[in-house]
Structures are given as structure tokens and as C-alpha cells.
């Protein structure tokens, strides 16, 4: 095979006749357009997605005793929104406020259902004669010692129990006493001053968080119709 050599292979002129400005105006324009297709095939297919899923957690949350988006203030439905881009950024910052709520929602249900449980077995050991109640109370610490590991929460239960032989840390003594077992285990009491305020500051910031998308969502709206 002859050897070609490449400087006088790339001088070749080009077959191809070259473009003019117009040709390559004419070709940007053709793919800008095909973007912008694809762009808006994308939003449509979000979009579709998003309403599907606000319809989703509109129902589980009015299941729930939560109204559903519209009937909060500064809201405006879907469908009186003419204008797509607006309606697409409006419909997913409902989206996420809901996702939002939801996930709230769980956490304090998870917490509800933990305590309905505990009080349960709290009345089913008070309501029973003195010979099961004694097998249930071992049966319970025994759960109870195996589950639980932190000490302050072993002196919760033990408190509330009516001082069960239930050791303040797995493997301790049944005399020891909450500061020895503390710094056995490296803990510390808690800062319940702390804790107080640290509560009421998240209840604040959730306060805040809804006032913020609220907000946020009629900034959208504004943003969308001026026509400046």
C-alpha cells in the first residue's frame, strides 16, 4: 500500500462546497430550535410528573386533616395560569412546600405512634392483676435492656416504671447511681435549658419556612406578569 503523506493529503482542496454566512445563520437557527424542542419536551414531561405528584400529596395530606394547596392564602390554582414558564415554577414550589410538609408530618406521626405505643403497654401493666403484671414487667425490662443503651434514657424508663431492676447502663450494676453511670459511659447530662430553647427555635424557623414560601410563591407570580 503506498504511503501517503499527510501535509499533501490535508492541502487537498475540499470537495464539499463551503457554506455561506446565510447557510450557517440558517443551520444555528435550526439548532436552537431543535433545543428549545427538546427543552419544552422535558418541562412537559416535568411538568406532568410534578402534577401528578402534588395531586398525590394533596390527598394522603387532606386524608390526614391538612387542607389541600389551594385553600391556602396567596394561592392562585393551577389552571388560571396562562402563562407556562409561571405555572410550571408555581406548580413546583407547591410541589416542594408539600414535600416539605410531608415529610414533617411523618416524623411527628412516627413520634405519635411511639408514644401511643408505650402508653399501651404503661395501661396494660396497670390493669393487670399483681402476678401477670409482675411476668410482663420482666418481660418489658428485659426488652427494655437489651433495646435501650444510652443512660439517660434507662433512667426515663426506670422512672416511669417505678424503679424496675433495670441497670442504668447494659452491664451495670443495680446500684449504681446516675452520675457514676454517666461518666462510665462517657455521657453527659443534658442542658435542658438548652434543649428549650432549641425547641422553641425550630418551631419558630418552621413558622418562618412557611411564611418564606408563601412569600416566594407570589414573588413568582409578580415576576411572570410584569411586563417589565
Do not use: C
Not at 395501661?123 to 433495646?147: C, H, K, S, T, Y
Amino acid at each position: 500500500m503506498a504511503k501517503i503523506d499527510k501535509r499533501r493529503r490535508n492541502a487537498r482542496p475540499s470537495k464539499y462546497r463551503p457554506r455561506s454566512e446565510a447557510q450557517k445563520t440558517r443551520r444555528k437557527e435550526l439548532w436552537a430550535a431543535r433545543e428549545a424542542d427538546r427543552r419544552l419536551g422535558r418541562r412537559v414531561s416535568e411538568e406532568e410528573a410534578l402534577t401528578q405528584r402534588l395531586g398525590e400529596l394533596e390527598a394522603v395530606l387532606r386524608d390526614q386533616g391538612h387542607v389541600g394547596v389551594h385553600n391556602r392564602r396567596h394561592v392562585k390554582p393551577l389552571d388560571e395560569i396562562e402563562d407556562d414558564a409561571q405555572r410550571f415554577a408555581v406548580l413546583k414550589a407547591r410541589v416542594e412546600r408539600l414535600e416539605a410538609l410531608w415529610a414533617i408530618n411523618q416524623r411527628k406521626r412516627e413520634t405519635r405512634g411511639k408514644i401511643i405505643i408505650g402508653g399501651a403497654l404503661l395501661a396494660e401493666l396497670a390493669d393487670l392483676p399483681v402476678a401477670d403484671r409482675d411476668d410482663l414487667m420482666e418481660r418489658l425490662v428485659d426488652i427494655l435492656d437489651r433495646r435501650v443503651d444510652r443512660v439517660r434514657d434507662r433512667l426515663t424508663v426506670r422512672e416511669l416504671l417505678g424503679n424496675p431492676p433495670l441497670a442504668l447502663r447494659p452491664g451495670g450494676d443495680l446500684e449504681e447511681d446516675a452520675e457514676t453511670a454517666l461518666a462510665a459511659a462517657g455521657e453527659q447530662l443534658p442542658d435542658f435549658d438548652a434543649m428549650a430553647q432549641s425547641a422553641l427555635a425550630e418551631t419558630e424557623d418552621e413558622a418562618a419556612e412557611w411564611d418564606e414560601n408563601d412569600a416566594a410563591e407570589a414573588a413568582i407570580g409578580e415576576a411572570h406578569s410584569d411586563p417589565s
